[in-house]
């Protein structure tokens, strides 16, 4: 059978877990939103602005990457630019052959100029709305659920789950906790993590990127998230291989697996953060072999240069993967995301499963 190409991955439908907004703006919209604010640029062309966030991500140097963010944020403080930057998100997203995503941002970092917390999610909102409208009129429908951030370092979580909840009916599905981990354990916020669970509601937390598996275990065991943001460390819990069938699984990872909580893994993004050493010695390899609920995703496609397709692309050629792979995912992701059961389940049945089965042959 012939190699899958970007090309072929492009048209198939995908679901996206872990892409966050302030990590896939448009180089043009940043010129344009930033010469509007009188905000500084590395860049003054969309191109090289564009190659500056790569190399900056790529560089190894924890502040050259956080500096990325600075410039992207820093045009997302008005309604008008937080709009925007919904709208387009969606629009590319569909036309990167998403069908379902859950994009995250984190309110507090977008109230500069004045901007209520609630100001900020009806921007976003009304922006993501506009953009699946536009998707669906160009035959490219995609629907966009938003999880609320709050930032681990800071002592507004409480709040951010109260302004997620108050929001669930209007396009929030879900919280999620972000920023270093080490020295900013989750359990510092068991506050907002009981109260989401006691109004039902579900929530991620960034663990297992670059601290390992004590963050891991804090946001099962003393949080009770829902999905682990990116959870790459838990193979630190692992040893031996399937392939030589002396694969051991600890009894957090055994815990894991077990309970089907669903990682999201983000291939190139972990590469740039160090916590992969490349796209061939991912762990999602292992992971997969190993069927632990793993979904592909994005994380930041403008520092990373990439796009679900890209990402899988990449994996098909560092794996040996197929359409087959490709559909395990796919499914994992809408599995685990946010949304009603039932909801999820149509997207399953009435796109994923009759569009791969064509791919399939």
């Known amino acids: 059978m012939a190699a899958i190409t970007h090309s072929d991955i492009l048209k198939a439908p995908k679901a996206l877990l872990h892409d966050h907004l302030d990590g896939g703006l448009r180089p043009e919209t940043i010129l344009e939103l930033a010469d509007a604010v009188g905000h500084p640029l590395p860049a003054a062309d969309a191109e090289a602005l564009r190659n500056w966030f790569v190399a900056a991500a790529d560089s190894g140097s924890l502040e050259r990457y956080l500096e990325t963010f600075a410039h992207t944020v820093a045009v997302m403080q008005t309604e008008a630019g937080l709009h925007r930057v919904a709208r387009e998100c969606a629009l590319d997203l569909s036309a990167d052959g998403v069908v379902y995503a859950e994009v995250r941002y984190a309110p507090e970092q977008h109230l500069e100029s004045g901007l209520s917390l609630d100001a900020v999610v009806d921007a976003v909102q009304a922006g993501f709305v506009d953009g699946c409208a536009e998707a669906a009129a160009l035959g490219r429908p995609i629907r966009v659920g938003v999880l609320l951030t709050a930032m681990r370092h800071a002592a507004r979580s409480q709040e951010i789950a109260e302004l997620a909840v108050r929001y669930r009916d209007a396009g929030v599905v879900g919280f999620d906790i972000a920023g270093a981990e080490a020295g900013f354990p989750p359990t510092r916020h068991l506050d907002a993590f009981e109260y989401l669970q006691r109004e039902n509601f579900h929530f991620t937390i960034h663990a297992g990127e670059a601290f390992g598996l004590p963050s891991i275990w804090q946001a099962i065991q003393w949080c009770g998230a829902d999905r682990?943001?990116?959870?790459?460390?838990?193979?630190?819990?692992?040893?031996?291989?399937?392939?030589?069938?002396?694969?051991?699984?600890?009894?957090?990872?055994?815990?894991?697996?077990?309970?089907?909580?669903?990682?999201?893994?983000?291939?190139?993004?972990?590469?740039?953060?160090g916590a992969a050493a490349s796209i061939a010695e991912h762990p999602i390899g292992l992971l997969h072999d190993l069927r632990f609920r793993v979904t592909v995703n994005t994380d930041n496609r403008l520092m990373s240069g990439t796009s679900m397709s890209r990402e899988m692309t990449l994996l098909c050629e560092a794996f040996g993967w197929g359409w087959t792979e490709l559909r395990w995912l796919t499914i994992n992701a809408m599995k685990s995301a946010f949304i009603p059961f039932d909801e999820r389940l149509a997207i399953i049945d009435e796109i994923i499963k009759p569009a791969y089965a064509k791919l399939l042959g």
């Open 228 to 273: 682990l943001g990116h959870g790459v460390r838990l193979v630190d819990d692992i040893t031996g291989s399937p392939a030589a069938g002396d694969a051991v699984l600890g009894r957090l990872a055994a815990y894991v697996r077990d309970k089907r909580i669903p990682l999201e893994l983000c291939p190139s993004s972990n590469v740039q953060t």
